[in-house]
């Protein structure tokens, strides 16, 4: 994993895998950008995603406290030879955001896709997110399609 020092001095950074015991400071992350889940759900996930291939899962700690996450997974497609690298959820804790720990996570995340083949990536933010909007442009990211969502598919 990565380790980095940000621009502004503040203490070192460290990314790594996420574990089941992470969960409970994972769930005040999630419940942050809007995803509210107990700890024993995120517990579960990220046990049933260890082992998956092509699918990554990292934190990072600063003074061993978890101040972000990144989960970022690499699918075939029909449309090309290469997989597609699909950021699924990025949040930094208000407490650290601009000091670099979003755009290290993201890195990473490329950095995984890349060495699985992916020669592309994309992520999805709400339209309520200008403040994330304008970050993901700063990384290089453009609004290139529309999303289209259909809930309740087990409700039938």
Do not use: N
Not at 106 to 121: P, S, Y
């Amino acid at each position: 994993m990565t380790t980095s020092l940000s621009e502004d001095a503040v203490p070192v950074v460290i990314l790594r895998q996420a574990r089941p015991e992470d969960a409970g400071e994972l769930s005040v992350l999630l419940s942050e950008l809007g995803y509210p889940s107990a700890a024993e759900a995120i517990a579960r996930r990220i046990s049933a995603c260890a082992d998956v291939p092509g699918l990554s899962i990292v934190v990072a700690l600063r003074d061993e406290r978890l101040v972000g996450v990144v989960a970022v997974h690499c699918v075939p497609t029909l449309i090309s030879d290469a997989a597609l690298g699909r950021i699924t959820a990025l949040v930094v804790s208000a407490e650290v955001r601009g000091r670099g720990v979003g755009r290290l996570l993201v890195k990473e995340a490329e950095a995984f896709a890349h060495q699985r083949g992916c020669e592309r990536m994309e992520l999805t933010s709400g339209d309520h997110r200008p403040g994330a909007h304008a970050f993901y442009e700063r990384l290089g990211y453009a609004v290139e399609a529309r999303r289209f969502i259909k809930h309740g598919l087990g409700e039938r």
